[in-house]
């Protein structure tokens, strides 16, 4: 069983809205920082957005900055990532993780779930 659950991916014009899930279907949530990736055809995936066990801590990559929103509620055990003003190039699929820190460094630790297929086109 895979620890985390991502939903919510589908076929949005540009300019439109999106509401990712993750969810636990395990332990692995509380206290954890979970931080959402994405990975576009061809090319590495990448961190978009994370966020601290408690809330009060978040870091957004600079592409998506002011136009994408992650929270948590934790009674839930679950992470959303509210994403505004889409455009072509975030047009990916989207996973979500839990991160440890590991020699001073914060890494995916958990097996990658199959993730939310988001694309953006007219």
């Known amino acids: 069983q895979v620890p985390l659950v991502e939903s919510g991916g589908d076929l949005v014009q540009p300019g439109g809205s999106l509401r990712l899930s993750c969810a636990a279907s395990?332990?692995?949530?509380?206290?954890?920082?979970i931080s959402w990736y994405r990975q576009a055809p061809e090319k590495q995936r990448e961190l978009v957005a994370e966020?601290?066990?408690?809330?009060?801590?978040?870091n957004y990559a600079d592409s998506v900055k002011g136009r994408f929103t992650i929270s948590r509620d934790n009674a839930k055990k679950t992470v959303y990532l509210q994403m505004n003003s889409l455009k072509p190039e975030d047009t990916a699929v989207y996973y979500c993780?839990?991160?440890?820190?590991?020699?001073?460094?914060?890494?995916?630790?958990?097996?990658w779930g199959q993730g939310t297929q988001v694309t953006v086109s007219s």
């Open positions: 966020i601290s066990s408690g809330g009060g801590i978040i």
């Open positions: 993780n839990a991160l440890i820190n590991v020699d001073g460094q914060y890494s995916a630790f958990l097996p």
């Open positions: 395990g332990s692995i949530f509380d206290g954890y920082l």
